[in-house]
Nanobody
Framework: QVQLVESGGGLVQAGGSLILSCAASGRTISRYIMAWFRQAPGKEREFVAAINWSTSYADSVKGRFTISRDNAKNTVDLQMDNLKPEDTDIYYC????????????WGQGTRVTVSS
């Protein structure tokens, strides 16, 4: 089973940038689809971006966020540029085996706060 640990969250001003990192252990991520989700208190968890052989993004982050993976290092990064106050959330790294519908592995989350 894969274990995931996120890092890189923090406080940033609107228009700034952050890089979130997800370090995997226990198994190689090469056969997993990796993703980032985010969730604010009292709201449902929201898809942000995913990467397998290609990438996909939520419309709200398209053109501002970039997801990347390094299978050799077992890591997945989320480069976040031009951050907005509405990007304030707890960000979670997630994984699912390729060909399965549900993300079954989750990290503990890292908090991102964007001030206006």
């Amino acid at each position: 089973q894969v274990q995931l640990v996120e890092s890189g969250g923090g406080l940033v001003q609107a228009g700034g940038s952050l890089i979130l990192s997800c370090a995997a252990s226990g198994r190689t991520i090469s056969r997993y689809i990796m993703a980032w989700f985010r969730q604010a208190p009292g709201k449902e968890r929201e898809f942000v971006a995913a990467i397998n052989w290609s990438t996909s993004y939520a419309d709200s982050v398209k053109g501002r966020f970039t997801i990347s993976r390094d299978n050799a290092k077992n890591t997945v990064d989320l480069q976040m540029d031009n951050l907005k106050p509405e990007d304030t959330d707890i960000y979670y790294c997630a994984a699912k085996p390729a060909g399965t519908p549900v993300y079954t592995v989750w990290g503990q989350g890292t908090r991102v706060t964007v001030s206006s």
